[in-house]
């Protein structure tokens, strides 16, 4: 069996016995560092969060927080971990550490290490330092914080220390960390008796292990299959982690599409895009937490299948398709007919999904809605993908896109015909709604009744109507 290696708060540590579903945070606990916590072992707390050095576009390193519960030890080989433990420690502690103390950020303790790690990524993202973001009085996006829970400070006192913090000075080795090069992705097959679990170097390497293997789990940010793994037991004889490949890692415009590719994680694509897809810059910041977006990957929402995943009612707007690949060559499928039934897709064994093309030009007017219990890091009950494209007053092109309303993702296909050709006006609109609420066939759960996620349909055409319309874009 091959031993893992990774490098953990600046040294190296050799993991001979990790097997393939165990877990970073259980073992950095193993190895004594016990600072981060398991509070929910799904993605929901935080108590676990880690900093993985990752590779910046420019060749130097940026420290991102991870949640180490969903994190598989396969995928770190070679890697760089940096642990709350490795910030600071008594009578030296980390700026952050420092001004989580003094200004009463912490009470029983048990989050105070995933805050701090969340704060750390925040304090030492080169945008803020540079004044570019504009969310805080310091430049300090408090939402870098979004997926950390504390049940008993309240979050006055650590918003305070976050707003309290200012830039790395000349001395602080991490900030000098980021000129240096991260880690690059390194291949690792592990055979063990619990299974396989594989990293290959590249797409060829992968594609050869999955005609193979074609029931195997393929891996990318692993922020669902962590979970399966922790909570429901789930165990996979073979592993495949795709997320390190450079071929799905890429993010290029052409005159006809922008490709963005499966493997990406969705802070990432969010940063390089900036505004340039205002759908999907309206969609991000409602996608779960920073820590889990740090992981995600749109290859593996759309892998899912789940027909309340929040990307293909955007997708399915922007009218875009996903690029399958097998060793027999590559194809493109239009997101509209990926999926054929709950949690199926045409995927095909031996296929795995390379990247999403989205056509242009882009519909000038678009709009997102999500439907969920809390305004963030909620999973939602309906989410509606609008993108409008007007020739005067006639609507000349119209895509919505569906989730939580049928078995599979939907486009509101009543509702786009209606208004395609038609003025784009309140009565027109009005009667499309109506169509629009009455598309798939939503279901009474727990999270929405039936009949309140078609109310929400038809209210979420209205409120694209009016929001557009007041906003000046239609006089
Ligand atoms: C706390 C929390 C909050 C969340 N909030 C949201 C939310 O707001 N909206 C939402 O839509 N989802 C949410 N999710 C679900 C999850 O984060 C997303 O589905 C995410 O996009 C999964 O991507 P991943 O890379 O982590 O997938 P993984 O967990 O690595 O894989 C998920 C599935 O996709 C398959 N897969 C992965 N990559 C590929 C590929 N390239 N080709 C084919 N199949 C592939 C895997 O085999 C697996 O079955 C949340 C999850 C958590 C834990
Ligand atoms: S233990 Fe709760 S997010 Fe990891
Ligand atoms: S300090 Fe107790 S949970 Fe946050």
Request: charged share 20%; hydrophobic share 40%.
């Amino acid at each position: 069996m091959q031993t893992l290696k990774l490098t953990v708060n600046g040294k190296p540590f050799h993991a001979p016995d990790v097997r393939p579903h165990t877990t970073l945070l259980n073992w950095l606990r193993d190895q004594g560092l016990t600072g981060c916590k398991e509070g929910c072992a799904e993605g929901e707390c935080g108590a676990c969060a880690v900093l993985v050095a990752r590779s910046t576009e420019d060749g130097g390193t940026r420290l991102e927080s991870v949640n180490a519960c969903l994190v598989l030890m396969g995928t770190l080989e070679g890697q760089e971990v940096i642990t709350a433990e490795g910030l600071g420690e008594p009578g030296a502690l980390h700026p952050v550490q420092f001004e989580m103390a003094v200004r009463g950020g912490s009470q029983c303790g048990y989050c105070t290490p995933g805050f701090v790690v969340s704060m750390a990524a925040e304090y030492y993202r080169p945008e803020r330092e540079a004044g570019t973001a504009h969310c805080g009085p310091n430049g300090f996006d408090i939402h870098a914080l979004s997926g950390n829970l504390c049940r008993c400070t309240g979050y006055r006192p650590i918003q305070d220390a976050a707003y309290a913090l200012g830039a790395p000075d000349d001395s602080d080795v991490l900030a000098e960390r980021r000129a240096q090069p991260a880690p690059a992705p390194q291949a690792i097959h592990l055979h063990t008796l619990d299974g396989e679990f594989h990293r290959p170097a590249t797409l060829a390497e992968a594609l050869d292990l999955l005609d193979t293997n074609p029931a195997a789990k393929l891996l990318a940010g692993g922020t669902d299959w962590g979970v399966e793994v922790n909570i429901r037991h789930a165990r996979a004889p073979v592993t495949i982690a795709v997320d390190g490949l450079a071929e799905l890692r890429g993010l290029t415009w052409t005159n006809e599409y922008l490709e963005i590719g499966a493997g990406l994680p969705l802070t990432e694509i969010e940063r390089r895009l900036g505004d340039r897809v205002p759908l999907l810059a309206e969609w991000f910041p409602q996608f779960a937490s920073r820590l889990i977006r740090n992981s995600a990957t749109l290859g593996g929402n759309l892998g899912t299948a789940s027909p309340i995943g929040d990307s293909p009612p955007v997708l399915l707007a922007l009218d875009a398709g996903v690029v399958l690949i097998g060793k027999t060559g590559e194809r493109e499928v239009k997101l509209s007919e990926f999926f054929t039934g709950y949690r199926q897709t045409v995927r095909q064994p031996g296929e795995l999904i390379k990247a999403v093309r989205i056509p242009l030009p882009l519909a000038p007017t678009t709009g997102f809605f999500k439907i969920a219990k809390r305004r963030f890091d909620d999973i939602s009950s309906v989410a509606v993908g609008v993108a409008l494209e007007l020739d005067g007053d006639i609507v000349k092109r119209l895509h919505i896109g569906l989730g939580g309303v049928a078995a599979t993702p939907i486009r509101g296909t009543q509702a786009e015909e209606a208004l395609t050709g038609q003025v784009w006006n309140e009565k027109n609109v009005r009667a499309a709604a109506k169509l629009l609420g009455s598309e798939g066939t939503p279901l009474d759960d727990h999270r929405a009744t039936a009949a309140y996620r078609a109310a929400m349909l038809e209210q979420t055409l209205l409120k694209f109507y009016f929001e557009q319309t007041r906003q000046g874009v239609l006089v």
